[in-house]
C-alpha cells in the first residue's frame, strides 16, 4: 500500500541559494535528513528577482518550469533559452547559466534529481484533461497545483491540493486529478534506477 502526501506553503523551507544569489522554498528533500550537497531528490520553488548565475549541482539533473511571467532567459554562454510559462526545461545542474528577466521578476519551480539514481518525467497538467497519476515502480509521482484547486481520487476518498500546494504519492494505484478547467498544475513522474542504493 503506498502513501500520498499533501504538502503545503506551511510545510515548505526557505533556504538561502547555494551561491548566495537568492532564497527557495525547499519543497522536498530526500531521502529523510537530506542536504542540499547529499539529496536524490529535491523539489523546491524560487523566485528570481534579479539576473545572475544559477549554483552548479555536480552529478544532478534539474527541470525548471517557470511558473510566474511570460518569459525567463537561460543563458549557456553562446546559446540563450526562453522558458514560456508552465513548459517545462531540463539541463545538467552542473551547468550555471545566468538568468535574464526580460519582463522582471519571475518564480519557478525545480525538480532536481541524483543522475545514475533517480530519472524525472515533467510535463504541465490543466483541469480540461484531468490527468491520471500513478508513481511508478517503487517511485513517486508529484502534483503541483499552480492555480485552481485540485481534487485527487484515491481508493479512500480524495484530498485537495490547493494552489502552491504539492501532493507527493507512492501510491501505484492510478490517482485521477481533476479542476476546474482554467486550473494548471505540474505533474512529475520520478522513477528509480538500477543502480540506486
Known amino acids: ?10 510545510d515548505y523551507k526557505v533556504t538561502p541559494w547555494k551561491n ?8 522536498l528533500l ?7 550537497e ?7 520553488i524560487a523566485p528570481i528577482v534579479s539576473e545572475g548565475a544559477f549554483s552548479s ?11 510566474t511571467g511570460e518569459r525567463l532567459g537561460l543563458s549557456f554562454g553562446a546559446e540563450t533559452r526562453q522558458l514560456k510559462r508552465l513548459e517545462p526545461f ?6 550555471q547559466p545566468q538568468s535574464l528577466l526580460p519582463d522582471g521578476p519571475v518564480r519557478v519551480f525545480n525538480i532536481m534529481t541524483r543522475r545514475g ?17 500513478a508513481a511508478p515502480d517503487e517511485g513517486l509521482v508529484v502534483l503541483h497545483a499552480v492555480s485552481g484547486t485540485w481534487q485527487v481520487g484515491h481508493a479512500l476518498g480524495s484530498v485537495v491540493v490547493r494552489p502552491g500546494d504539492t501532493l ?19 505533474v512529475a513522474f520520478l522513477t528509480p534506477t538500477g543502480s540506486r542504493g
Open 1 to 10: 500500500m503506498g502513501w500520498i502526501k499533501v504538502l503545503t506553503t506551511s
Open 38 to 44: 547529499n539529496f536524490d531528490i529535491r523539489l523546491s
Open 57 to 67: 549541482f555536480p552529478g544532478v539533473d534539474r527541470h525548471i518550469t517557470l511558473l
Open 30 to 36: 530526500m531521502p529523510e535528513g537530506a542536504t542540499h
Open 168 to 186: 507527493v504519492s507512492s501510491e501505484e494505484a492510478t490517482l485521477r486529478a481533476s479542476c476546474e478547467p482554467a486550473g494548471d498544475a505540474i
Open 117 to 133: 539514481r533517480w530519472n524525472a518525467q515533467v510535463m504541465p497538467a490543466s483541469g480540461t484533461t484531468e490527468p491520471l497519476l
Open 90 to 95: 531540463y539541463f545538467d545542474s552542473v551547468q
Open 20 to 27: 548566495g544569489g537568492g532564497v527557495t522554498q525547499d519543497v
